[in-house]
């Protein structure tokens, strides 16, 4: 077999590994939004589908969901664009989708029985940043054209202040990268994640939060403003025009609206994870063992324990896909924990205080790296 | 653009519709429309007499049934010339302020709701159901009671009532002070209120606002004070007025906060009145067949949505002439068109939600 | 060069294809029932009055219009962020100046009252 095909498998069985935890926990974190906020809330939340007697702690209903979600009817609204009604829910999922692609999940890592080592990212860009930003304003065409098909009111809104709020928080997210990009001196999605584990001072790893905590702070907020997601879901406000743009999606066409949204959360974290947090890297774990193998003395004993490549490789995925759950747990903590904003104050915020803060970031960061 | 909020809208609570036009987000009008949970309650009660009104008057106001309730019983009491005796009236006075508490707890949670913070509002409503448990044990109801009967109440306090109803206020002071912490002195909630649709002095007595709205725009007007009834003369209690710890005068956080702060002034009037529940009746002797004189008279209580009043006329017979109730909800909606221009949709959902209008009630 | 390509290549194929199974699904395993007040445009239960497509807030356009004007000098700050070390104070200066006249352009907009949302 030519070459090509092994590197067309390769891909495609990293397509696999990336798409499917993405959506397994993306249907998780449906389950997981009820059950949070119940236990915040003081409720049992959801614990009624059942397969015979199981009920698994509600985990059943992100599946009921989905099925029924397939078997609704799919109502579009007479006066509605069809076409564009159709379209706008794909263009909502696919980018949230296509952004993992260059998110390293894993190390270079050294299989048994492949002759080179395997990067665990699906597309190693050399401009991977700039494309994950290109990627994801994409998403802002979904919104629009859902709300200004649907032909009715509270669509149009919902569509004109996502747009706007979108807009906005673009330019503040793409200024609080730079401080990152600056730091670590490339805009390569592995080498960001790499240059995270040389150590900075007292045994730390120079992790993006340690050394850019302001630009995490920046990047967080206007990120979750990108996402929509409360305090900042205004485009969705419900008890202002009821549901924003998802006002006339019924069926799988608004669960493709509400998928789309549980990979956002997750893709935000593991951008944060990436960028702020050290990627997979484990401290005290040297992401080149991934290659060699290593052997760790086991404490209190004269033995040690051999791991060869590929299980470290899996032992730094698994740190990754960790991470990247704590940091959606974090971002629905938040979600039921804040009121949200008006309007206009999401504007203010955004123009005049993130992006202020955002270009003098840009600047002290310049002036401490080149110092 | 001509939009419609209401009747089916997430913020409205129930069934009010608002007529709104706006160029996106700012309003240059809305314009309340009443009328779509009209029963015709004031007509019944000319055709079912006066003690079987009593269960209707509960439906005027489901999220404090006590106060039409007690509203009703002092004019029908009043045209009869009945004397109520005491413990009854420390029992109406211990059940009203329940009630007040307790549709504080709607009125500031589905605020909190509106603005979009969901979980306070969950907060209150735990409390709420424990109130709940304790209507229950005092009336046999948990939501529309028929506790206030002409005369006195339908029955005496449960055996150990008092210490269950004492058991709960001592919890719920401090979890008000918590819920202060979870969502009132909240940054983002504050910027949501202070200072949206500010309502001066002349405007909210023009309009004919009562209760917590009149008071947080600094007009010091009580009823439980300054038209006294019932025993509230024997009880000390502070009326909460104008601006709350952030804002101004007469804006969405000063009628947020003035609820709050009645929650407080009520608990300390319960404990008060339970302490002092005299020993004796518990209704006074009231003739099967109520007859009044013919004649008329007005009615006024402070409910939790304040000024609550019922006109009665009788012509001697045993169904009232005619019946009219007035109540702080429908006031209230008619200051909306008023104070809307200029606000955005969002500070519209706050003003409705500050100004505690429950639908039963405007429309009756 | 081109090879990292292919797994996007790939992914957006995969992405796309995704989305068509979900709406396709959608299309022809749900019932469908029309009728005409099913079919009318949701507004809390009441008629619609008036066209959607008509004139809304300027204000919209304006923040599309300082949107396009940031994002793309922010585009000129990437290539000197990869190579802020490289360029030194040179390239600093050059950048401190660019991110002035940047700032200045934002105060001018807030001076305006272009941010205001009145």
């Known amino acids: 077999m030519p070459s090509w095909w092994w590197l067309l498998i390769e891909v495609l069985v990293k397509v696999v590994l990336v798409l499917v935890p993405l959506l397994t926990v993306a249907a998780l974190l449906t389950w997981d939004e009820r059950k949070q906020s119940a236990l915040m809330q003081d409720r049992l939340g959801p614990n009624r589908a059942n397969i015979g007697p199981f009920t698994l702690w509600g985990l059943i209903h992100p599946i009921a969901d989905t099925l029924k979600l397939f078997f609704k009817e799919d109502i579009v609204p007479d006066r509605a664009d069809k076409l564009l009604h159709a379209l706008a829910p794909i263009l909502a999922l696919a980018p949230s989708l296509i952004v993992y692609c260059v998110i390293p999940f894993g190390p270079a890592v050294q299989i048994p029985g492949i002759g080179r080592p395997i990067a665990l990212q699906v597309a190693d860009l050399d401009a991977g940043l700039l494309f994950i930003f290109a990627i994801s304003s994409l998403a802002v065409f979904g919104v629009a054209l859902a709300g200004w098909a649907s032909n009715n009111k509270f669509s149009l809104l919902g569509a004109l202040r996502a747009s706007a709020q979108m807009f906005s928080y673009e330019i503040v997210l793409g200024l609080a990268a730079v401080g990152v990009i600056v730091v670590f001196g490339s805009v390569r999605m592995s080498e960001l994640v790499a240059r995270q584990a040389t150590p900075l001072w007292g045994g730390l790893p120079s992790w993006g939060i340690l050394v850019q905590p302001l630009g995490f702070v920046l990047f967080m907020v206007a990120a979750l403003a990108e996402l929509k997601r409360s305090p900042f879901d205004v485009p969705e406000g419900e008890s202002e025009i009821v549901a924003g743009f998802w006002t006339e999606y019924s069926g799988m066409r608004w669960g493709m609206f509400y998928v789309a949204e549980f990979v956002e959360v997750s893709v935000l974290s593991g951008l944060l994870v990436a960028l702020f947090f050290g990627g997979y890297h484990i401290p005290g774990v040297d992401p080149g063992w991934a290659l060699t193998g290593h052997t760790v003395a086991i404490p209190f004993t004269s033995h040690g324990l051999a791991i060869a490549g590929w299980g470290w490789g899996l032992l730094m995925m698994l740190a990754f896909g960790l991470k990247v759950i704590v940091g959606d747990v974090v971002l629905q903590q938040i979600r039921w924990t804040f009121p949200r904003f008006r309007y206009d104050q999401v504007m203010s915020l955004g123009w005049k205080m993130l992006l202020p803060l955002a270009l003098l970031n840009v600047l002290v960061t310049g002036a401490i790296v080149i110092r | 653009m001509l939009l419609n909020m209401g009747p089916h809208h997430p913020a409205t609570h129930g069934v009010l519709n608002f007529v709104v036009e706006t160029d996106g987000e700012v309003l240059s009008r809305a314009v309340p429309e009443v009328g779509y949970l009209h029963r015709g309650i004031e007509k019944i009660a000319e055709k079912v007499g006066y003690t079987g009104f009593m269960p209707y008057t509960d439906r005027i106001d489901y999220c404090a049934a006590m106060f039409p309730n007690q509203g009703w019983a002092m004019a029908v009491e009043r045209l009869l010339g009945l004397q109520v005796p005491r413990r009854a009236e420390y029992l109406r006075v211990i059940a009203t302020e329940l009630c007040r508490i307790a549709s504080h707890f709607i009125a500031v949670g589905s605020m909190a709701m509106d603005i979009g913070a969901y979980t306070p509002f969950l907060f209150l409503i735990r409390e709420r159901e424990t109130f709940n448990d304790l209507m229950e044990y005092l009336c046999g109801a948990r939501l529309t009671f028929n506790y206030v009967w002409i005369g006195g109440v339908s029955r005496d306090f449960h055996p150990g009532l008092d210490k269950k109803i004492c058991a709960w206020l001592d919890k719920l002071e401090p979890i008000i002070d918590e819920f202060d912490r979870l969502i009132s002195f909240n940054p983002i909630y504050i910027d949501r209120l202070v200072n949206v649709a500010v309502l001066s002095r002349q405007d909210v007595i023009g309009h004919g606002l009562v209760g917590p709205n009149l008071r947080a725009s600094g007009v010091d007007f009580d009823l439980r004070r300054d038209v006294p009834y019932s025993v509230y003369p024997e009880l000390k209690f502070k009326v909460p007025v104008g601006r709350g710890p952030f804002g101004v005068e007469g804006d969405c956080y000063a009628r947020y906060y003035a609820r709050i702060e009645e929650m407080r002034e009520s608990i300390q009037l319960l404990r008060q009145a339970i302490a002092g529940l005299p020993e004796g009746e518990h209704r006074a002797r009231v003739p099967r067949k109520i007859k009044p004189p013919p004649g008329e008279c007005y009615a006024r209580i402070e409910s939790a949505r304040g000024e609550m009043s019922y006109y009665l006329i009788s012509d001697g017979t045993e169904l009232p002439y005619r019946v009219h109730v007035r109540t702080g909800s429908f006031s209230a909606m008619s200051i909306i068109e008023h104070a809307s221009p200029g606000l955005m949709i969002a500070d519209l959902v706050a003003l409705i939600a500050s100004l505690d209008v429950v639908a039963p009630e405007v429309d009756r | ?118």
């Open chain 3, 1 to 118: 060069m081109l090879v990292p390509y292919a797994g996007v290549a790939l992914m957006i194929a995969v992405a796309i294809a995704l989305a068509a199974v979900f709406l396709l699904g959608s299309i022809y395993l749900g019932p469908r029932a029309p009728n005409p007040v099913k079919s009318e445009p949701w507004e809390c239960g009441t008629v619609s009055v008036g066209s959607v497509r008509r004139r809304f807030s300027v204000r919209f356009y304006l923040i599309a219009l300082l949107f396009v004007v940031f994002d793309v000098e922010i585009v000129f700050l990437f290539p000197w962020a990869v190579l802020a070390r490289e360029l030194g104070w040179a390239g600093f200066s050059a950048m401190a100046v660019f991110v002035a006249v940047l700032g200045l352009g934002l105060a001018y907009v807030w001076k305006r009252g272009a941010l205001e949302w009145e």
